[in-house]
């Protein structure tokens, strides 16, 4: 069994800065990708940001320049750092991880249970 932990949410003032994480526990050999995804009432969930195993990362147009993505391997755990929160950052924000559970197998996708960001003008 895998889980996926996301904290860090919360209600921030426009220009305001909070800092998303997630952690993976269970049995896990290896990591993958990681990412952040979003999802607004009525909208389509999106990517974020993203980062691979070696440490390449890419942003949403939207987001370049005021967030950053990072991870920690050893503990299994991917970061978001958010700056400057414009109130169209307001959304759910989802954890991805790509990870296998042993060593043979193929990766598969798991997800956080989301974390509301919401940002006030």
């Known amino acids: 069994q895998v889980q996926l932990v996301e904290s860090g949410g919360g209600l921030v003032q426009a220009g305001g800065s909070l800092r998303l994480s997630c952690a993976a526990s269970g049995s896990i050999f290896s990591i993958n990708d990681m990412g952040w995804y979003r999802q607004a009432p009525g909208k389509q969930r999106e990517l974020v940001a993203d980062i691979t195993s070696g440490g390449s990362t890419r942003y949403a147009d939207s987001v370049k320049g005021r967030f950053t993505i990072s991870r920690d391997n050893a503990k299994n755990t991917v970061y978001l750092q958010m700056n400057s929160l414009k109130p169209e950052d307001t959304a759910v924000y989802y954890c991805?991880?790509?990870?296998?559970?042993?060593?043979?197998?193929?990766?598969?996708?798991?997800w956080g249970q989301g974390t509301q960001v919401t940002v006030s003008s």
């Open positions: 991805n991880q790509v990870l296998r559970r042993f060593q043979i197998g193929t990766p598969i996708n798991y």
